[in-house]
């Protein structure tokens, strides 16, 4: 048992009803915050993608389509959370430098000239027509 007087208290699952069950499941959603689970995504992200790269020794042929989609993921993710992480955030971003070094040394598409190649492919929208995610529903728009 932790001696933590703030730390949340072990329960084993099988010994409670669905009833307690469920009402522990409520009180940790009440608790946690979405930063929490953003901040988690981004370590859960990179510590995948460096077993994907072949960096963690772990036997296994790399799988660069999956590490350049962690870093896309955590590029994209990592402004929302960089404040909220304060010191750590250089931490994050080292790791993210170094799997980006990998990808780069594997000789793989580079994340960005294979996004940009994507966007190409598809015709710009005409100004005087919504673009087509907007108009079929897909894309939420603030205030619409």
Not at 33 to 54: K, Y
Not at 57 to 63: A, R, V, W
Not at 97 to 102: I, N, P, R
Not at 124 to 143: F, H, I, N, T, Y
């Amino acid at each position: 048992m932790s001696t933590d007087p703030g730390a949340t208290p072990q329960i084993d699952p099988d010994s409670l009803s669905d009833e307690e069950l469920r009402a522990a499941y409520e009180e940790e959603l009440a608790r946690i915050r979405v930063d929490d689970v953003l901040i988690q995504t981004v370590v859960s992200l990179l510590n995948l993608a460096a077993r994907r790269a072949g960096l963690t020794g772990e036997p296994g042929e790399p799988d660069w389509p999956q590490v350049r989609l962690a870093i896309e993921a955590t590029r994209a993710l990592l402004p929302l959370i960089e404040a909220e992480l304060g010191p750590d955030a250089k931490q994050v971003r080292d790791a993210l430098s170094q799997l980006q070094l990998a990808y780069a040394r594997s000789g793989a598409p580079p994340p960005a000239a294979a996004a940009g190649a994507a966007d190409k492919a598809a015709p710009p929208p005409k100004p005087e027509q919504p673009d087509s995610a907007v108009a079929s529903g897909r894309l939420w728009v603030p205030g619409s």
